[in-house]
């Protein structure tokens, strides 16, 4: 049947068919009204995919098949060969990369956790910052947050405390960790008296940066104090964004914060790319956020897609990375050729 500009699908009753009695409805009550569109025997199914008209799809991010048969990559771009970074003779200073969007839910933990893993099998020496009160990346990792004594936040307010007394070793060889708890929060209201408030994470993270070639924060999701911070202190942004109609609308304003704050104090602050994540090929939706998505950002989206996978929440419950949980798994191919795309814009430059 069509509704509309768009194809539905229905299904074939499999129930028994009844008397005439037995049809009729009980106590009396009218029937429900059937669409005359459908068949005797077929049921109108809600939770059917839609099958756009050839005019709509064309508007569409592709499909696996026409990736496939055309050579584009799910963005409907050609995909550039990423090749697999040399080893690093020496390491250091490190570029600071902020995964932030003001959406919750969209994947930034999933992907600091694993881009940062992606980069240290290839060799680079990774800190990965939880700039969370929530400290769901100390709890991706392994740590839990109730049990630190010290954190990122006392890095923050206490003068004289070493960045080396906060660190942890992670299991992910050339990747550490400063960890994060609820005492963070307290961090936003202490901040405001503060002189030069925007850049305390800047100021933290400085003797760091010879010993790493990456530093990826993952921010909390909100436009606060905390996040103004983080982006302070980055060279870039990380933007991830999950295939859905609500992370869409939320950009516009991350972008024009993003503006601001390369105006007024960090000048070198640049947009390193949009992340597509829990991206379905197989829904329209998706495909048609992709596609809204490339066409208002063009070359700042990544060619890299994070598709849906029930293994990033298993990786969560295990304390792990993807790239060690499920090493073979399409996640992990994911995030591993997002390590070498952001190699590879980061050597462009």
């Known amino acids: 049947m069509t509704v509309g500009s768009v194809a539905v699908r229905?299904?074939?009753s499999r129930r028994p068919e009844k008397s005439s009695e037995e049809s009729q409805p009980a106590f009396g009550m009218a029937p429900y009204n059937d669409d005359p569109g459908l068949q005797d025997g077929q049921f109108y199914d809600p939770d059917a995919e839609y099958e756009p008209d050839p005019e709509y799809a064309a508007t569409l991010a592709p499909d696996a098949a026409r990736q496939r048969r055309e050579r584009v990559g799910p963005t409907g771009r050609p995909l550039p060969y990423f090749p697999i970074?040399?080893?690093?003779?020496?390491?250091?200073p490190a570029k600071i990369v902020a995964m932030c969007n003001?959406?919750?839910?969209?994947?930034?933990?999933?992907?600091?956790?694993?881009?940062?893993?992606?980069?240290?099998e290839y060799g680079r020496r990774v800190l990965l910052v939880d700039f969370d009160p929530q400290g769901a990346l100390s709890v991706g990792l392994g740590v839990n947050p109730m049990e630190l004594d010290i954190t990122v936040y006392n890095l923050l307010m206490e003068r004289g405390l070493a960045a080396d007394e906060v660190l942890l070793k992670t299991a992910v060889p050339g990747m550490d960790l400063l960890p994060s708890n609820i005492d963070l929060s307290a961090a936003e209201v202490q901040l405001v008296s503060e002189v030069a408030r925007e850049s305390a994470l800047q100021r933290a993270l400085k003797p760091l940066l010879a010993d790493y070639d990456y530093v990826v924060i993952d921010c909390q999701p909100s436009l606060g104090l905390l996040t103004v911070n983080a982006l302070t202190a980055a060279n870039s942004v990380i933007v991830p964004l999950e295939c859905e109609f609500f992370a869409l609308r939320?950009?516009?304003?991350?972008?024009?914060?993003?503006?601001?704050?390369?105006?007024?104090l960090n000048p070198e602050l640049e947009l390193d790319g949009i992340l597509a994540t829990m991206y379905d090929s197989r829904t329209v939706h998706s495909r048609e956020v992709l596609a809204r998505v490339v066409e208002a950002f063009d070359e700042h989206v990544f060619h890299t897609v994070i598709g849906r996978t029930v293994r990033f929440?298993?990786?969560?419950?295990?304390?792990?990375?993807?790239?060690t949980?499920?090493?073979?798994s399409v996640?992990?191919?994911?995030?591993?050729?997002?390590?070498r795309e952001v190699l590879a814009r980061c050597h462009a430059e």
């Open 10 to 12: 229905t299904f074939e």
């Open 85 to 92: 970074p040399n080893p690093l003779a020496n390491h250091g």
């Open 102 to 120: 003001q959406k919750g839910g969209v994947g930034k933990t999933t992907s600091t956790i694993n881009l940062g893993a992606a980069l240290a």
């Open 250 to 264: 939320g950009v516009a304003l991350l972008t024009e914060t993003i503006e601001k704050v390369r105006e007024r």
């Open 313 to 323: 929440p298993e990786t969560t419950v295990a304390g792990e990375p993807i790239t």
């Open 325 to 328: 949980y499920a090493s073979n």
């Open 331 to 339: 996640g992990a191919a994911a995030y591993r050729q997002l390590a």
